[in-house]
């Protein structure tokens, strides 16, 4: 795999294929990650080119200000363009701890240095905000910790932020061993958060610069 930096204006490159259904999208860092796709006319759909946003009833993603994103292309010994990382020196808040941001609004503390993992409590979940509140300044995956039980009972929206873009999953969370919904769904993956890595191991992007946004093109570029 090469990295290629691309020519393009990066919103002028994002426009372009967020018109498109058949492209995917995610926010996220090596352990924690939220990936979005949409359905062309499914229903509550909404694409707004301008924005740089979709939502829908199963997710959202809005793409925010990319004046200081540098679009690359990741390219396979075939040629084929797997991804487009846009990247950014700038970091997270990175939290190593839950902590509460507002009333139903916890950040997990996944500590990555580029993205934030949140979570959004559904109003009347009481139960779940009760389990956050109890784990808010524990690592999310302390022993003990009834967070991480919780969220996965209770499939809260979680909420994906990086300097460049949000992403929103609403759909729920699989139980052990089930598969991933079609279209916005989440990983969270201790065993590979604990590595503390930014990037997948033998990532090309440069170093000193952060994923914030990656696009993984169905159409032609």
């Given at each position: 795999?090469k990295c290629v930096p691309l020519p393009?204006?990066?919103?002028?490159?994002?426009?372009?294929?967020?018109?498109?259904?058949?492209?995917?999208?995610?926010?996220?860092?090596?352990?924690?990650?939220?990936?979005?796709?949409?359905?062309?006319?499914?229903?509550?759909?909404?694409?707004?080119?301008?924005?740089?946003?979709?939502?829908?009833?199963?997710?959202?993603?809005f793409i925010g200000d990319l004046s200081?994103?540098?679009?690359?292309?990741?390219?396979?010994?075939?040629?084929?363009?797997?991804?487009?990382?846009?990247?950014?020196?700038?970091?997270?808040?990175?939290?190593?701890?839950?902590?509460?941001?507002?009333?139903?609004?916890?950040?997990?503390?996944?500590?990555?240095?580029?993205?934030?993992?949140?979570?959004?409590?559904?109003?009347?979940?009481?139960?779940?905000?009760?389990?956050?509140?109890?784990?808010?300044?524990?690592?999310?995956?302390?022993?003990?910790?009834?967070?991480?039980?919780?969220?996965?009972?209770?499939?809260?929206?979680?909420?994906?932020?990086?300097?460049?873009?949000?992403?929103?999953?609403?759909?729920?969370?699989?139980?052990?061993?089930?598969?991933s919904p079609e279209g916005p769904h989440?990983?969270?993956?201790?065993?590979?958060?604990?590595?503390?890595?930014?990037?997948?191991?033998?990532?090309?992007?440069?170093?000193?610069?952060?994923?914030?946004?990656?696009?993984?093109?169905?159409?032609?570029?």
């Amino acid at each position: 795999m090469k990295c290629v930096p691309l020519p393009d204006a990066p919103a002028d490159l994002v426009r372009q294929h967020l018109a498109e259904s058949a492209n995917g999208w995610s926010v996220g860092t090596w352990g924690a990650i939220g990936e979005f796709q949409y359905d062309a006319g499914e229903p509550g759909l909404t694409v707004d080119l301008a924005a740089l946003s979709v939502t829908s009833p199963r997710g959202a993603l809005f793409i925010g200000d990319l004046s200081t994103a540098t679009p690359f292309a990741l390219v396979d010994d075939n040629g084929r363009t797997r991804e487009i990382a846009f990247c950014s020196a700038a970091s997270g808040k990175r939290h190593e701890a839950i902590t509460q941001l507002g009333d139903r609004t916890f950040d997990l503390g996944i500590g990555a240095p580029h993205i934030d993992m949140q979570v959004r409590l559904a109003e009347g979940d009481d139960e779940t905000h009760v389990a956050l509140c109890q784990g808010v300044g524990k690592p999310i995956l302390a022993p003990g910790n009834p967070a991480g039980p919780a969220i996965a009972h209770s499939s809260p929206t979680r909420i994906f932020v990086s300097a460049l873009a949000r992403l929103e999953v609403h759909q729920p969370i699989p139980p052990p061993g089930g598969k991933s919904p079609e279209g916005p769904h989440s990983h969270l993956l201790p065993h590979y958060l604990k590595e503390g890595r930014a990037h997948a191991p033998g990532s090309p992007l440069p170093a000193g610069l952060y994923c914030g946004l990656s696009l993984y093109p169905r159409t032609k570029l």
